[in-house]
Every structure is written in structure tokens, then in C-alpha cells.
């Protein structure tokens, strides 16, 4: 009977490494296995990702870019510029660009450059004041203090260092601006240690952060939805071109664009795809 207990052995051992792979890939996301891990997974899925998601575009509009666009127009930003972290198949701009003329200017961020690839089709429309940056969230190329509202949805908890990605997120934003973002909730939360919070704790994160006016409330099943602003007073400073906001990633100089390309004046410089992608995170120097 010894074939039986190597067996039982062997079943055994799938199941956990089965059981370790759903948590690591499907729970975490390849949150724990590092970067790449994360970035491959999302590149993987993009071309299905908003079926997978089953996104509905009534319910987002009503539920996420109408807040927003409210919060916004309550604090006195007329044509706004917003900066979508993780922005993906482009969930929020979408969102706030399709029923209403949106007046202001969006620019999205993902490190999975086949997710931005996703989304550009659909936010065609809008491509004159619609911008995607491909590019870790954890070195934002823009100057401090640049932002009427940044958004970073569904995605801290999959950064290698969530902490650091909520102190670029509140450095670029304005006095006044409107920080927008999600704390994971529920039975799946508790199986990543580490990488979420419980309310108070996400609240006192903020508070060092020196945000005020935190309002974090129920969303969906997984997740609540987390509000804040940065304080100082608010300055109308209307649409910027994007030559104005961006800066170099490796440097922090601020960048110019010649023909297909960006560069810095210390020689660091970086494409836009033939789609139309700002190819930040293959940055290069110059010879």
C-alpha cells in the first residue's frame, strides 16, 4: 500500500502548490512575486481585461467619474487636469469624458504598456486632451504640486511599495487638489498581508501625508472608495500643454518633444509609439 500513501503525497502536494499559485496570481495578482511579475499578468489579460472585469459604463460614469467631475466643479476647477495612476483599459477617463463635455485634460499612467494599448481605441475621441504615459507609478515624471485631482483606483495593493506611490500621488498634486483612491476590503484582503489597511490605518497613512478632509465610505464588495485634499489654497491655472507638466523620469529636468520623440537637457530621452504612447519607462541615454 505504499503506492497509496505517495499518492495522497503527491495529491497533496499539487493541491498546495495549486493553492499557493491561486493566491500568488489570482488573489495577489503577482503583487508578492515582484514587478514584472504584476506588469506580465496585466499584459496577459489586457486584451480581455474589461470582459474579465465586466465593467458596465453606466454604473462607472454614475458611481466614479460623476463624483469626481462634481467634487471638482464644487471646488471651483473649471477645466481641470487629472492624473489616472494605473489607469488601465482607461476605466476613469473614459468614464469622464463620454457624457458630458468634460473640459479639462487626463492624462493615464500604467506600467502595462498592452493594457494602454487597450484602452486607446476607445478614448479616441478625446485624443487631443487625452494623454498615456507608459511608466512605473513609483517615479511620477511630473513636477510637485501639478494636479487638480489624481486617481489611483483597484491598485496600491499591487505595488511593490504602496507607501511610496501614495507619497508621489499627494507630491503631485495641488494645493487644493483632490486625491481619489480605493482601500481593499473583505475576505480577500485578508490574504495579502502587508499590503492592505484597515480604514483607521489608510486614514493615518493620509494624515502623515498631511492631507485633510479624508472621507473614506463603502464602494464595492471589495473595495471602499477613499477621499482627500491636499491643503493650501487653490490657484486657477487652466489648461496646460503637456510639454508643461512632464518630466524626465531618470532626472527630473523638464522635457521638450522633437518630432517622435521627448528629451531632456541631460541627454535622457524616451519615444512616443506609433499609437500614441509616451513611452516613459524604456527611457534611455543619449549618445
Not at 186 to 209: D, F, I, N, V
Amino acid at each position: 500500500m505504499a503506492w497509496l500513501g505517495w499518492s495522497l503525497g503527491l495529491l497533496a502536494l499539487l493541491g498546495g502548490v495549486a493553492a499557493f499559485l491561486y493566491w500568488q496570481l489570482i488573489i495577489a495578482e503577482g503583487a508578492y512575486l515582484g514587478r514584472r511579475v504584476v506588469t506580465w499578468l496585466y499584459d496577459a489579460s489586457a486584451h480581455a481585461y474589461d470582459n474579465i472585469k465586466a465593467f458596465q459604463p453606466t454604473y462607472e460614469e454614475m458611481l466614479l467619474a460623476r463624483p469626481l467631475r462634481q467634487k471638482l466643479a464644487l471646488s471651483g476647477f473649471t477645466d481641470p487636469l487629472v492624473l489616472d495612476v494605473a489607469t488601465g483599459t482607461a476605466r476613469l477617463p473614459y468614464g469622464l469624458f463620454r457624457y458630458t463635455q468634460y473640459p479639462g485634460r487626463v492624462i493615464g499612467l500604467d506600467l502595462s504598456r498592452k493594457m494602454l494599448v487597450e484602452a486607446l481605441p476607445k478614448c479616441q475621441p478625446w485624443a487631443d486632451r487625452l494623454t498615456f504615459i507608459w511608466q512605473d507609478a513609483s517615479e511620477l515624471p511630473f513636477p510637485d504640486d501639478i494636479f487638480d485631482a489624481v486617481a489611483c483606483l483597484e491598485a496600491l495593493e499591487f505595488m511593490p511599495d504602496p507607501d511610496r506611490v501614495l507619497r508621489e500621488l499627494a507630491r503631485v498634486l495641488r494645493p487644493g487638489g483632490i486625491l481619489l483612491t480605493t482601500n481593499r476590503i473583505g475576505k480577500t484582503a485578508r490574504w495579502m498581508p502587508g499590503r492592505t489597511h484597515s480604514a483607521q490605518a489608510l486614514e493615518e497613512k493620509l494624515q502623515a501625508l498631511e492631507m485633510e478632509m479624508i472621507r473614506i465610505r463603502p464602494w464595492q464588495v471589495d473595495y471602499e472608495m477613499v477621499w482627500a485634499i491636499k491643503p493650501g489654497v487653490r490657484r486657477a491655472v487652466g489648461l496646460r500643454a503637456l510639454d508643461e507638466v512632464l518630466r524626465c523620469p531618470r532626472c527630473h529636468a523638464p522635457v521638450s518633444r522633437d518630432g517622435d520623440r521627448y528629451g531632456c537637457e541631460q541627454g535622457h530621452a524616451f519615444a512616443v509609439s506609433a499609437e500614441g504612447i509616451l513611452e516613459m519607462a524604456s527611457v534611455r541615454q543619449e549618445a
